[in-house]
């Protein structure tokens, strides 16, 4: 049987990273094993494209660029890593899918989303995640986390009304998909965030298992 593929969303550090080995341990308690990835990213040449769109330093990128450097690792990310080790029977979870897409540069940066949904379609067919968890916390909260942590990315640097869109998109995603978008309250304690998922988690399991 294919594994699972499990998405984790949400703005500027609100704990996506943080949270990520957390579900790995949380599965294994249940026998599940889990490849942990991430996008941009996930493969050596994806990598590479993720530190061309991070980097703070460069010569500006024009959105058009922006967008089809995020599907063409996402593309790499597919063929070469998901979807190899979900026929394999393993799960896959990873920190950041195509809701970004959406919430970034559909939300963030007002790129046309039937244009979003067309390279949706190219790249992955109908492959969809099979559950999202979404952070959601103020953008005012993710910053103060991403600050504290250091030198912010070229994402990072946008202005408070570019994340403030960026929320409402994902908002948006999981209120038009409430069957596979779970929200977790990700203002809590870690502990109190944790909690959340793993009641979510849990409920989805069964579900997966019918
Ligand atoms: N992007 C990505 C697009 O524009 N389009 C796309 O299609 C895709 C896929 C990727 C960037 O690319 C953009 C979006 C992004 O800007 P990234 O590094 O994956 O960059 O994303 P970031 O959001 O920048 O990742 P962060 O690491 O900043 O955020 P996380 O992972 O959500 O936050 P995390 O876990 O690192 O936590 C941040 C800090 O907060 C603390 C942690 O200890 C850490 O110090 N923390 C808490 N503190 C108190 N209470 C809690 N509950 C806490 N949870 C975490």
């Known amino acids: 049987m294919s594994g699972r593929f499990i998405t984790l969303e949400g703005g500027e ?3 996506k990273t943080t949270n990520i080995a957390y579900i790995q341990a949380l599965l294994a308690e249940h026998n599940i094993s889990v490849l942990l990835t991430r996008e941009p990213g996930g493969t ?13 330093e460069q010569e500006a990128i024009a959105e058009q660029t922006e967008l089809l450097m995020m599907f063409a690792a996402r593309a790499q990310h597919i063929k070469h890593v998901i979807q190899p080790v979900l026929d394999k ?18 939300g963030g ?6 244009t979003i949904q067309w390279l949706e379609n190219f790249v992955q067919g109908d492959f969809r995640p099979d ?11 993710g910053m ?4 504290q942590r250091g030198k912010l ?5 946008e202005q408070m009304t570019f994340f403030e869109q960026v929320r409402q998109a994902y908002l948006n995603i999981a209120e038009q998909q409430p069957e596979r978008v ?3 309250d990700a203002t809590q304690s870690l502990e109190s965030v944790q909690k959340q998922i793993k009641q979510t988690l849990m409920q989805q399991l069964f579900k997966f298992e019918g």
Request: with cysteine; glycine share 6%; hydrophobic share 45%.
């Open 109 to 114: 940066r007002n790129m046309d989303l039937s």
């Open 44 to 56: 050596a040449l994806a990598e590479s494209i993720r530190q061309l769109l991070l980097d703070n």
């Open 182 to 184: 779970m929200i977790i």
């Open 131 to 141: 559950l999202t968890l979404l952070l959601d916390a103020p953008i005012q909260l």
């Open 153 to 157: 990315d070229r994402f990072e640097s």
């Open 144 to 147: 103060q986390r991403a600050v």
């Open 13 to 15: 550090g609100v704990g």
């Open 89 to 106: 029977g393993t799960w896959v979870l990873c920190d950041r899918f195509t809701d970004a897409t959406y919430a970034y540069q559909g």
